[in-house]
């Protein structure tokens, strides 16, 4: 996942910088204002996460520790007299 999110990033930044530099802009405000437009966007995206991850449940299908499931308990043996 982090190859996708850094090509998502680098097109804002990359995309905002020509934009400006097709206005004329000076190169290192342009460049300044790619990477602050791709930091804004990741800062968007990391706070989407921060509310949807402890909503989200286990989704593998695997018991929680606080309810073990009942085949993953063994019975004790009989002790034979």
Same mark, same amino acid.
């Given at each position: ?30 460049? /300044? =204002?790619?990477?602050?437009? %791709?930091?804004?966007?990741? $800062? +968007?995206?990391? !706070? *989407? ?14 018991? /929680? =520790?606080?309810?073990?499931? %009942?085949?993953?308990?063994? $019975? +004790?043996?009989? !002790? *034979?007299?």
């Amino acid at each position: 996942m982090g190859a996708v999110g850094l090509a998502i990033f680098s097109a804002i930044a990359t995309t905002r910088t020509g934009a400006l530099l097709a206005a004329h802009s000076p190169r290192d405000a342009a460049l /300044t =204002a790619g990477f602050q437009r %791709a930091l804004l966007a990741c $800062a +968007a995206f990391l !706070l *989407a996460a921060a509310v949807i991850a402890p909503r989200s449940g286990n989704t593998r299908g695997e018991p /929680t =520790a606080e309810h073990p499931a %009942a085949h993953d308990r063994v $019975a +004790a043996p009989e !002790l *034979a007299d």
